[in-house]
């Protein structure tokens, strides 16, 4: 096993998924700011990198699918999702009509969960990944799926003319998944890494 290369897959990889936490953090503020729409591309780049990063691996042994074809095929879609996402929205944006929007809302949300799930339970399913914490991205998977559909027993529930006193959570409840599966996953990635000792070097005795 080449720890060296887990090691630096791994922390490279969560530096990237925590820098996007970062801005994920930042973003109410970016809101009408110069500049904002090339930080939000700079972060879907680095986003993207770091799940091709942790799928490939410095080599076999650091990717958190083994280079296993399904698992590398979910998260390289999963990361280029990322960027067609950006790219869809700013296409939409000026002259979109409803029904546009409505497609993009059922495609933006099936495919990067399909595809996470793949590649959650390929993760999973990495024998060479230290328990329980190879099991952590679909732990976070649990937690989107709780968030999503908290607000959507508030919507059944609730009167139309009430939903809007919803916002704040429905807001927080979104910034806890997402910050989940990048600041959370990120830091973890970091702190495994850390503990990928380098190889030990065999010492023969001279003559």
């Given at each position: 096993?080449?720890?060296?290369?887990r090691?630096?897959?791994?922390?490279y990889?969560?530096?990237g998924l925590i820098?996007?936490?970062?801005?994920?953090t930042?973003?109410?503020?970016l809101n009408?700011?110069?500049g904002?729409?090339?930080?939000?591309?700079?972060s879907?780049?680095?986003f993207?990198?770091?799940?091709?990063?942790?799928?490939?691996?410095?080599?076999?042994d650091?990717s958190?699918?083994g280079?296993?074809p399904l698992?590398v095929?979910a998260?390289?879609?999963?990361?280029?999702?990322?960027?067609?996402?950006?790219?869809?929205?700013?296409?939409?944006?000026p002259?979109a009509?409803?029904?546009?929007?409505n497609?993009y809302?059922?495609?933006?949300?099936l495919?990067?969960?399909a595809?996470?799930?793949?590649?959650?339970a390929?993760i999973g399913r990495?024998?060479?990944?230290?328990?329980?914490?190879?099991?952590?991205p679909?732990?976070?998977?649990?937690?989107?799926?709780v968030?999503w559909a908290?607000?959507?027993?508030?919507f059944?529930t609730?009167?139309?003319?009430n939903i809007q006193?919803?916002a704040?959570l429905?807001?927080?409840?979104?910034?806890?998944a997402?910050?989940?599966?990048?600041?959370g996953?990120?830091i973890l990635?970091?702190?495994?890494?850390?503990k990928?000792?380098?190889e030990s070097?065999?010492?023969?005795p001279?003559?």
């Amino acid at each position: 096993m080449s720890r060296r290369s887990r090691q630096r897959t791994w922390t490279y990889g969560g530096v990237g998924l925590i820098l996007c936490g970062v801005v994920e953090t930042v973003q109410p503020g970016l809101n009408a700011s110069v500049g904002s729409d090339a930080v939000r591309a700079g972060s879907a780049v680095v986003f993207a990198a770091s799940i091709l990063l942790f799928a490939f691996g410095l080599s076999r042994d650091a990717s958190v699918v083994g280079r296993r074809p399904l698992g590398v095929a979910a998260l390289t879609l999963l990361a280029l999702w990322a960027l067609a996402a950006f790219a869809i929205t700013r296409a939409l944006e000026p002259t979109a009509d409803d029904a546009a929007w409505n497609v993009y809302g059922y495609v933006s949300l099936l495919v990067p969960a399909a595809a996470a799930l793949v590649a959650a339970a390929q993760i999973g399913r990495n024998e060479d990944l230290p328990r329980p914490w190879r099991w952590a991205p679909m732990w976070v998977l649990g937690l989107y799926a709780v968030t999503w559909a908290i607000p959507q027993i508030i919507f059944v529930t609730e009167r139309p003319e009430n939903i809007q006193g919803f916002a704040d959570l429905f807001r927080m409840l979104g910034s806890l998944a997402s910050l989940a599966g990048t600041l959370g996953l990120g830091i973890l990635a970091i702190v495994l890494a850390a503990k990928q000792r380098p190889e030990s070097v065999a010492v023969y005795p001279a003559g």
